[in-house]
């Protein structure tokens, strides 16, 4: 380790309040240290975390990623459940598939586990309003969810009731005393990261009721539709190698409108409350970093696992902050 000076090492400044900022920001203020978050942007509102579905599905991830993502990924629903009780809601993830592309179904089992088959009399005890639109299906009970801004917000709330302090509208350039740390995402100057672009639409219809996250799947576009609180539905999943953070596509709406249509015909007269984008933050391997040379320390690479993935490499990162601070002077 190379001997530098990190200043008052018990006082942090972070910058970034994406959710790899605000769960470091805990682990590090219940290790002791005085912290505070600094953040370009007016409000929580405008990261890529708030366009998050808000999954915790790490057996339905392993279909695309890496086991470190079911590993670390499992840790993440007692994580959220202990730190914002009432907030995960544990009623698994569904899996099904238009008929004209049942295959895709065994696809997806043959890359995943953790999963019960289930006929059409179980879907429709699971989720009654899709009552006969699909023979079989994949249900991972072990899965949850919760809203991502209710999640961030009652983080927020409760790190300043733990003491830590929020400057929002701040670019960050005034010089700290202590250690600084960067979980700015995107707005980092690390060159190895690239941008995945997602895209995400809220309707709202009082039509339809569902009890989890399902995944509609397709050869092409995967889908996946998430139940949120007053008739509101987070319809979203487009991966699109870019650092093009405008709005919604054409093709991207119309795909995302029609694989909702798919799951259930009440979505043809939802309203579209809501369309956005957000530009993931992701290394080569699509797995989090946490580093530490010299002065620059930086937890960044969520890609699409913020949620999942946040709680464990923020108590890895708490971690080697707290061991290094002994290598430092």
Avoid at 184 to 205: A, F, N
Avoid at 253 to 263: G, V
């Amino acid at each position: 380790m190379q001997i530098v000076s990190w200043g008052n090492f018990m006082d942090v400044l972070i910058r970034g309040a994406g959710v790899a900022g605000l769960t470091l920001a805990h682990e590090l203020s219940e290790r002791g240290l005085s912290v505070t978050i600094s953040e370009k942007r007016d409000g929580l509102s405008q990261s890529a975390s708030w366009l998050a579905g808000g999954m915790l599905a790490p057996w339905c991830e392993r279909e695309n990623a890496e086991e470190t993502v079911l590993i670390h990924g499992r840790k993440s629903l007692d994580w959220w459940s202990r730190v914002l009780p009432g907030m995960v809601r544990r009623n698994g993830t569904l899996v099904v598939a238009p008929p004209r592309d049942t295959a895709e179904l065994s696809r997806f089992a043959t890359r995943t586990n953790g999963f019960d088959w289930i006929a059409s009399d179980k879907i429709a005890v699971l989720e009654p309003d899709l009552e006969g639109r699909f023979a079989k299906a994949l249900f991972f009970q072990k899965e949850a969810h919760l809203d991502p801004r209710l999640a961030l917000s009652a983080l927020k709330g409760k790190l300043i009731e733990q003491g830590v302090r929020f400057e929002f509208g701040s670019d960050g350039a005034k010089q700290w005393g202590g250690l600084e740390i960067d979980c700015t995402g995107m707005s980092s100057r690390d060159p190895d990261l690239r941008g995945v672009r997602g895209e995400m639409m809220i309707l709202e219809t009082s039509e339809l009721s569902l009890s989890r996250p399902v995944r509609m799947l397709h050869p092409r576009i995967p889908v996946y539709v998430v139940p949120r609180d007053e008739n509101l539905f987070m319809v979203g999943a487009t991966m699109i190698e870019s650092h093009d953070g405008g709005p919604i596509s054409a093709r991207s709406a119309m795909e995302l409108l029609n694989a909702a249509y798919s799951l259930h015909p009440a979505f043809a007269e939802a309203k579209i409350v809501e369309s956005g984008t957000g530009v993931r933050p992701a290394y080569p391997d699509n797995l989090p970093r946490v580093t530490i040379n010299g002065k620059n320390v930086s937890l960044n690479g969520m890609y699409r696992h913020g949620f999942l993935l946040s709680p464990h490499f923020a108590e890895v990162a708490a971690d080697k902050i707290i061991e290094a601070s002994g290598k430092v002077t």
